[in-house]
């Protein structure tokens, strides 16, 4: 790597983490508590990525706003009372590889962020329960820009690190994460082991799709070689 800074910006569920037990049993909880039909499991995992409100808007379309601003209510209480009983951690846990290319590539010279639809206080749960606050800078969420697709979260990250587009990356498992990279003008790499298949993926923008942390490694090495 040359002396320029160099960003890689991680999505985070379905990325870094491997967190689907825990958001389909919230949205389980959240759409029978309201009385609705429980969404097919597919279409849950499809939406990951998206904001709340957004995601439930997909989930149920041609309902009215009060409603998916309901679900999405119902749905982070669901959430934080698995994590208050310690469900949520038990059913949440690290892709194989995740921690050591975190540490790997900081320890590299390059600048960490995070882009994520999860909500501010998910965000920094995320990062002080697995020690990885140190490591990030500049991390966004759902509480600080539009939802994925729109490219506000990775062009927050590059103001707040100062680094230019073409000397940033984003890293992510969706569509949405592909889509919002290439509207920021970033450089765009997929993950086989999340929760959109390549051919999304590659439909939203990826310029390459690595299929462990030791292949992303490798990618993220080439694009700047």
Same mark, same amino acid.
Request: hydrophobic share 40%; with cysteine; proline share 5%.
């Given at each position: ?13 379905? %990325?870094?983490? #491997?967190?689907? @037990?825990?958001?389909?049993? $919230?949205?389980?909880? &959240?759409?029978?508590? *309201? =009385? ?29 706003? %009060?409603?998916? #601003?309901?679900? @999405?209510?119902?749905?982070? $209480?669901?959430?934080? &009372?698995?994590?208050? *009983? =310690? ?16 540490h790997h590539f900081d320890g590299s010279g390059y600048l960490l962020s995070a882009a994520t639809g999860k909500a501010r206080r998910g965000l920094d749960h995320f990062l002080d329960s697995q020690g990885f606050r140190q490591h990030f800078i500049g991390t966004q ?85």
């Amino acid at each position: 790597m040359n002396d320029t800074l160099k960003l890689i910006i991680f999505d985070v569920d379905g %990325t870094l983490l #491997d967190s689907q @037990a825990s958001i389909l049993s $919230s949205m389980k909880q &959240a759409f029978e508590e *309201a =009385g609705y039909p429980v969404p097919p499991r597919d279409e849950v995992l499809s939406i990951v990525g998206l904001s709340l409100p957004q995601a439930m808007g997909v989930l149920m379309p041609g309902k009215p706003t %009060t409603i998916h #601003d309901q679900l @999405a209510d119902l749905y982070k $209480s669901a959430f934080l &009372a698995q994590r208050q *009983a =310690g469900q949520a951690e038990s059913e949440q846990t690290l892709y194989p590889g995740a921690r050591e290319a975190i540490h790997h590539f900081d320890g590299s010279g390059y600048l960490l962020s995070a882009a994520t639809g999860k909500a501010r206080r998910g965000l920094d749960h995320f990062l002080d329960s697995q020690g990885f606050r140190q490591h990030f800078i500049g991390t966004q969420c759902a509480d600080d820009a539009p939802s994925k697709p729109h490219p506000g979260m990775v062009l927050n990250c590059l103001a707040a690190t100062g680094v230019a587009p073409e000397d940033a990356v984003m890293v992510g498992d969706t569509e949405f994460d592909m889509a919002m990279g290439q509207a920021a003008g970033v450089r765009r790499l997929g993950v086989s082991w999340g929760y959109h298949p390549t051919d999304r993926m590659l439909l939203g923008g990826a310029e390459a799709i690595a299929t462990d942390f030791a292949h992303l490694r490798d990618l993220i090495s080439e694009i700047w070689a």
